[in-house]
């Protein structure tokens, strides 16, 4: 079973408006992170912004917050103020519990802004 | 310096070529990993090496051979290849594997070819 979901492979935002990014999770630990990465064409993966399962506020990082919310499992990443520069595949991801080795990825949402 | 290098960039190899794929990173970080991202997919975990030993060997096929000679450095071996491991390879660190709340830094990735 998919363990991180992404409902939307793309989306396009106009330049300086904000955007959701949507992410739903499926776990049963109670201790796992949440990550958010940013992928250019470049290839390579950008970490934006980290959400602890014991957080009990929402994360920011700039531009970045993670709109938080635990029963629903989502840990949403809002972009403010979009610049030509945020275009890129954006992933989800999921580390379960203590000595949790690797990263679940989600599919990812592709981002395009348009000027 | 939060930076992981990978070389080569870009690699073409025939079938019958042996070739490696090196990654490096002077963060203190003991845990290590390499990630195969096929285009438009998110990535899929390969090797995980945790205090230089390998623990999480993800089913990947032999002709993948990944090494960690010491904290800072990983290679992976490549022999035989199939025209179907054309990929993204990227190598990521964090600080270890116990806490969830580590993220993981990525390298450029190596774009590899097999023809």
């Known amino acids: 079973a998919q363990k991180i979901t992404q409902t939307q492979p793309g989306m396009f935002v106009q330049e300086k408006e904000a955007v959701t990014l949507d992410c739903t999770y499926d776990t049963s630990d109670q201790s796992y992170g949440l990550f958010w990465y940013k992928q250019p064409s470049s290839g390579e993966m950008i970490f934006l912004i980290y959400?602890?399962?014991?957080?009990?506020q929402n994360a920011t990082e700039g531009r970045y917050s993670l709109n938080f919310q635990k029963a629903r499992k989502s840990a949403n990443l809002v972009i403010s103020a979009s610049q030509l520069g945020d275009s890129a595949m954006y992933f989800c991801a999921m580390r379960e519990g203590n000595y949790g080795q690797n990263f679940v990825f989600g599919p990812g949402t592709r981002l395009s802004v348009l000027p | 310096d939060t930076e992981v290098t990978q070389t080569p960039k870009h690699l073409v190899m025939g079938m019958t070529n042996k070739k490696s794929l090196k990654c490096e990173q002077h963060m203190g970080h003991r845990a290590m990993y390499w990630y195969k991202q096929k285009a438009k997919k998110p990535p899929e975990l390969m090797f995980v090496y945790s205090y230089e030993k390998l623990s999480i060997n993800e089913s990947v096929p032999s002709r993948f051979s990944p090494e960690c000679p010491n904290s800072s450095l990983l290679n992976l071996h490549l022999h035989a290849l199939q025209p179907e491991d054309s990929a993204l390879y990227l190598c990521?660190?964090?600080?270890?594997?116990?806490?969830?709340?580590?993220?993981?830094?990525f390298g450029p990735g190596t774009r590899l070819t097999v023809t």
């Open positions: 990521a660190s964090s600080p270890s594997t116990v806490l969830f709340s580590y993220e993981q830094y």
């Open positions: 959400q602890g399962s014991y957080d009990e």
